[in-house]
């Protein structure tokens, strides 16, 4: 069974970066579609970018798209997202999620699609 854990969070001012690690364990990623959600105190939570098996294909949110970069690395059952230039709404909590899917091109930005979380980081952009 595929576990998830998010790390890289943290207090940064506007106009900063941070790069969210999300490792795999259990079993390989590889196998696995990929995605960033997050969730802002007292919101939805909300799709960010999304990565197929091999990181062919990728989505983003309009929100998102331009300042973030979602990447895997399979060798190391590993997925980032790389958040240059944040905002203050860019605040919330941040968490992986993973989908088994035999198509290696398919990438989706539903949260209904994905079955396995990790717990989240925490992301807080302020002066």
């Known amino acids: 069974q595929l576990q998830l854990v998010e790390s890289g969070g943290g207090l940064v001012q506007p106009g900063g970066s941070l790069r969210l690690l999300c490792a795999g364990s259990?079993?390989?990623?590889?196998?696995?579609?990929m995605a960033w959600f997050r969730q802002a105190p007292g919101k939805e939570r909300e799709a960010v970018s999304s990565?197929?098996?091999?990181?062919?294909?990728?989505d983003y949110v309009d929100a998102v798209r331009g300042r973030f970069t979602i990447s895997r690395d399979n060798a190391v059952d590993s997925v980032y997202l790389q958040m240059n230039n944040l905002k203050p709404e860019d605040t919330g909590v941040y968490f992986c999620a993973a989908k088994k899917l035999y198509q290696h091109m398919t990438v989706s930005l539903e949260r209904d699609f994905y079955d396995i979380w990790g717990q989240g980081t925490q992301v807080t952009v302020s002066s």
């Open positions: 990565i197929s098996r091999a990181g062919a294909s990728l």
């Open positions: 259990g079993t390989r990623l590889r196998d696995y579609v």
